[in-house]
């Protein structure tokens, strides 16, 4: 017999493991020295915290810090990272722990305030760079997507936190089994 519609018990243990990918993608975008930002020739280079020159082998960096754009890029990011741990110890805690449906929509509100808070760094970091640098062609690079794939990941996740509730039944696995055919 063929089984119609998703396994709620796996996205008790699934949902955790993702926020926890997100959880990784973000710390490597904040931790990253470099790959935020990339100039074609590779003379020129930034992370969400410095930005360095290249010349001849030597490598001249600055503190992106000096700059309130800068530092605001920075909080938001650890808030939306910060957000992001709580929303992660909380889906631990509701979906592995024990089964706690009141706390799902809480853990999908907490993830689209990261996510508004996230996304208002990402956009913000390459307007204000741009403005600061005129020179060349930059491309936004490794672990600026990997804030991008964290923000995504907290998008797909709060939209599942939010829908859970009302499959409270499939998720403990007390629903009767609907198959697409039967014998009958």
Sequence with gaps: MFRCGIAFPRCRWILPLVLLFAVIF?????????????????????????????????????????????????????????????????SVVALCCTLNITLLPIIGTLLFIAVIV???????????????????????????????????????CGILFCCLPRYEDDLTGLAKTKYIYSSE
């Excluded at 956009?123 to 403005?131: A, S, T």
């Excluded at 672990?143 to 794939?149: M, N, T």
């Design 118 to 156: 996230q996304i208002i760094a990402l956009v913000v970091y390459p307007c204000k760079f741009n403005e600061l640098i005129y020179e060349g062609h930059y491309d936004y690079s490794w672990a600026y997507g990997f804030g991008w794939g964290a923000t995504v990941l907290m998008i797909g």
């Design 26 to 90: 973000d710390l490597i975008a904040i931790c990253a020295q470099s790959g935020w930002v990339e100039e074609e020739h590779s003379q020129h280079y930034a992370s969400m915290w410095t930005q360095c020159r290249s010349y001849g082998g030597n490598d001249d960096c600055t503190s992106l810090m000096s700059f309130s754009w800068a530092q605001a890029v920075a909080a938001l990011m650890i808030i939306g990272l910060l957000i992001l741990l709580l929303a992660f110890i909380l």
